[in-house]
């Protein structure tokens, strides 16, 4: 054993960074200061900065180890954790001594911040989420292992092309990725195919052998997460798929090479790319493979810990199993296989582990995006599982009968297995059916799917259903992305703010101040003119920095709506062209990806492109209004976006948002609303005071109700003229000249089908926006909501989410690191 940790510690001074800066380059890199790359200097820097976590790591594991304590496991398809130097270096408080370190070595810290290409492991809100949940275990100083998989393509890159999006591949991992750490000594194998054999031991007990078709290795590389201002450093441990053996002997001794490498390539496609589909769900073999295969290593690693110092039955008492959306849910049948047919535990023992110990976030109620799987197709995959779930859904469907007698239809509503002539297995059933507790996402969404999706079982079993609000992180969302409001937040109330969110209502004091305001409003310009700089350099945009920057940042999805954005930028630009001017002229930013497959959402970026563009062209119109589509938008440009924006679009279908997050950040960024009474926005507004949102839009119930009674969008037109004049703009080619078919599908659809209600509200849109470019004309009331908004938002941070799981969900305390 080799001791001297302590000697070990590396030193946080800019002389001790720049030292070991320079070695990095020597020692990892093979380099000398005068011949190294930008990216050289940014790998150096970066592992200068790894060394100074991993030692805050080991400390953790250790304390960890040995006292015990029982530990969150996230189980998550998707990480959307941004990049990480500058997060790192914050959490560390190093970013002073790095921009020391790297005075006269030809760069700066800006610039190797800039050139880091961000690990795109998730498609948008729920990846993301995730990402600020494990940075607020670490701050909380929560014992906490995320389990997900190390994609070698994450989320593609966006092109535009003739205001077309195109998809570029990711390659993140190209450059290197001085993040991780791969952990050599540990693989687990991961079964698929084959089939079962069932054996009576000589005491009558009913022995289960999963034979598979086929093995896949699983081997982790780590990344750690350091908490804020605190010794705790967790970790996100990334599962890779591997070929089990080299080669296949077999194949390679009778001289068929290819057929023996055929099998590797094929392991190896396991965790290639991450389907880049949000809302609704890929029905594809590969990506049930994804799933089982990373719920599998995890709870394997989770089991090799644990029997390495306790006894199997402590399993509930060591982890509390978190499932973000149904994406794991195959843990539930892992772990009663691991528990009984490896660990030899009877059904009862195993499911009492299971209960305890598994909890499950829903994150959507749109029924196209429920998680169904092909009876057959898991069959052929998962043999074993399926026997288990069919056991797992007999009990329970007997539990049902019991307490609802004579009730076939509720039996056929609840059933794990679906059946609409073919057979589905059911992941939101399976998951809610293991769970000690089920939660929704914001305060409306856990009620909605109380009432909807879920009703039968919140009737069967009330007291497990239960809220978390989502939050973010204010370290990266404020803190890192926009020092110059934290800068003057800190100056007026003092730093404490970052780890206690609910301290910035301190600056309530502060909002009526005009001194204050201007330098609130000093901060906000020049976060806009940087923005407006970089849309320039990198994109050759124009933004107008003088005018509000009203800003939807998002996936591009119809229940998001921003179609009825832009129908409210083309009655903007209409009405500018005959000469009515609201005295606001707004820069309108639009940046969000499209579902390759989904059309209409590429089409609806398209049709940005083309409003833009006419917007663009004409003299009347283009200084007072501007659009500008923002291509590529990942955690890096939401950085950039957040602290320029003044106005936050979230006017999704009322019902349809499950929470939204990027809400929060615009709130807390200290951009006013705009926005319908969905998802957290409702708790937003009654956080903020419903004098400093602008609401608008028919209600939930009123939007089920406006269905249910028979809508018809044409009555809409009918009774709006300035709709229709829109409708009729993009029908008549004004914004694809030479091609007035281009934009009919979107046209047909509003006119004839509408099921977002776009045209619905579109007139109390319009109207919401009159009264914010009314406000927007009063610079001090404007700036006073501005500082308001910030104030009361703290709630929204992840810290406050993430305490309310750990007390009320998982039942776990912090642990101070050594
Ligand atoms: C999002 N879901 C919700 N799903 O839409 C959003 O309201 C919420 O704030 C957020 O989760 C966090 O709770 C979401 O992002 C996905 O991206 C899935 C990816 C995999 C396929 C199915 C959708």
Redesign the pocket.
């Known amino acids: 054993m080799i001791e001297g940790a302590d000697e070990s510690r590396p030193r946080g001074d800019a002389k001790a960074l720049r030292h070991d800066v320079i070695r990095k380059l020597y020692f990892e890199l093979a380099k000398f200061p005068s011949v190294a790359t930008r990216n050289d200097l940014y790998l150096a820097l970066s592992l200068a900065v790894r060394d100074r976590l991993l030692h805050r790591w080991v400390s953790s594991a250790r304390t960890y180890l040995e006292n015990q304590h029982r530990a969150v496991i996230y189980l998550s ?2 990480y959307l954790i941004g990049p990480q130097l500058g997060s790192n270096l914050l959490a560390l408080g190093l970013h002073d001594a790095a921009r020391m370190a790297l005075e006269d070595s030809g760069t700066t810290l800006d610039e190797l911040v800039e050139h880091e290409e961000e690990p795109g492991l ?6 993301r ?1 995730a990402a600020c949940y494990m940075d607020s275990l670490a701050t909380l100083d929560l014992p906490a292992v995320g389990h997900g998989l190390r994609y070698e393509f994450g989320i593609f890159d966006q092109d535009i092309r003739d205001g077309w999006q195109v998809e570029r591949t990711d390659r993140w991992l190209r450059r290197g990725n001085p993040w991780e750490v791969r952990r050599y000594e540990i693989e687990h194998s991961v079964g698929f195919g084959g089939n079962t054999e069932h054996e009576l031991d000589e005491h009558g007990r009913m022995h289960v052998h999963w034979l598979p078709e086929r093995v896949v290795k699983g081997i982790p590389y780590d990344v750690p997460v350091a908490g804020y201002g605190t010794q705790t450093t967790n970790f996100l441990r990334l599962w890779s798929a591997v070929a089990d053996e080299e080669f296949n002997l077999d194949a390679f001794q009778v001289g068929e090479y290819w057929r023996a490498v055929d099998a590797k390539i094929r392991s190896e496609n396991l965790t290639k790319v991450l ?1 880049p ?6 029905g594809k073999q590969l990506r049930l493979e994804q799933q089982y295969f990373f719920v599998s290593c995890a709870l394997q690693d989770c089991i090799r810990l644990l029997t390495s110092r306790a006894p199997i039955r402590q399993f509930a008492d060591t982890f509390a199993v978190q499932l973000n ?1 149904t ?1 794991p849910a195959l843990a539930v049948p892992e772990l009663m296989r691991l528990l009984m047919d490896v660990h030899g535990l009877g059904w009862d023992d195993a499911w009492d582990q299971v209960r305890r110990s598994i909890a499950y976030t829903n ?2 109620l749109l029924p196209e ?1 429920l998680e169904v799987w092909p009876l057959p197709l898991m069959q052929r995959l998962l043999p074993r599982h399926v026997e288990i779930i069919f056991e797992i859904n007999r009990r329970f469907l007997d539990e049902v009968r019991a307490r609802f007698p004579d009730d076939d239809a509720r039996l056929r509503r609840m059933s794990l297995i679906g059946e609409d002539g073919d057979k589905w297995v059911r992941m939101a059933h399976l998951a809610t059916v293991a769970s000690h507790h089920i939660n929704g ?1 914001a305060a409306l969404h856990s009620r909605l799917l109380t009432e909807t999706v879920l009703r039968d079982f919140a009737e069967l079993w009330p007291e497990r259903f239960t809220n978390v609000t ?1 939050g973010v992180t204010p370290r990266r969302f404020v803190a890192l992305s926009n020092p110059r409001l934290s800068d003057l937040v800190t100056e007026a109330i003092g730093e404490g703010w970052i780890k206690d969110l609910d301290r910035l209502r301190e600056l309530e004091k502060h909002a009526n101040d005009a001194g204050f305001q201007d330098r609130w409003h000093a901060v906000k310009r020049a976060n806009k003119q940087e923005l407006a700089a970089w849309l320039r350099s990198a994109h050759g945009l124009t933004a107008d920095p003088s005018a509000m920057f009203d800003a939807q940042c998002k ?1 591009i999805h119809e229940y998001k709506r921003q179609h009825l954005n832009l129908l409210h930028v083309i009655a903007l630009w209409d009405r500018l062209r005959r000469g009515i001017d609201d005295g606001a002229a707004r820069t309108v930013l639009i940046a969000g990806k499209a579902a390759p497959a989904y059309h209409r959402a590429k089409l609806i970026i398209r049709l940005a492109h083309g409003i833009a563009e006419a917007i663009a062209e004409d003299p009347r119109t283009r200084d007072r209004l501007r659009l500008v589509f923002v291509p590529d938008f990942n955690v890096k440009t939401a950085q950039r976006i957040y602290p320029a924006a003044d106005l936050s679009e979230q006017i999704s279908t009322a019902g349809m ?5 990027g809400n929060m950040k615009f709130t807390l960024n200290g951009a006013l609303t705009i926005g319908t009474l969905d ?2 926005n409702v708790e937003i507004r009654e956080a903020v005071g419903a004098d400093h949102f602008f609401l608008f839009g028919m209600t939930a119930e009123e939007v089920t109700a406006r269905k249910r009674a028979g809508y018809r969008p044409q009555e809409e037109i009918a009774r709006d003229p300035e709709l229709s004049r829109v409708i009729e703009l993009i029908a008549s080619g004004a914004f694809s000249p030479g091609d007035r078919g281009l934009f009919m599908p979107i046209v047909d659809d509003l006119v004839h089908r509408d099921p977002f209600l776009v045209l619905a509200d579109f007139r109390a849109y319009c109207e919401a926006q009159a009264r914010v470019s009314h406000a927007w004309r009063t610079p001090a009331s404007w700036l006073r909501s501005s500082i308001l908004n910030t104030a009361r938002a703290g709630k929204f941070s992840s810290d406050r989410s993430i305490s309310e799981y750990a007390e009320n969900i998982w039942r776990i305390s912090p642990v101070t690191i050594r």
Request: net charge negative.
């Open positions: 398809a998707e998730g498609n948008g809100g729920l990846g989420l389907y589909n949000d809302s609704s769900p890929a959306d994406h994150h959507t995006a996402v989502n996936r948002e499950a929470s939204g997050t998802g957290a």
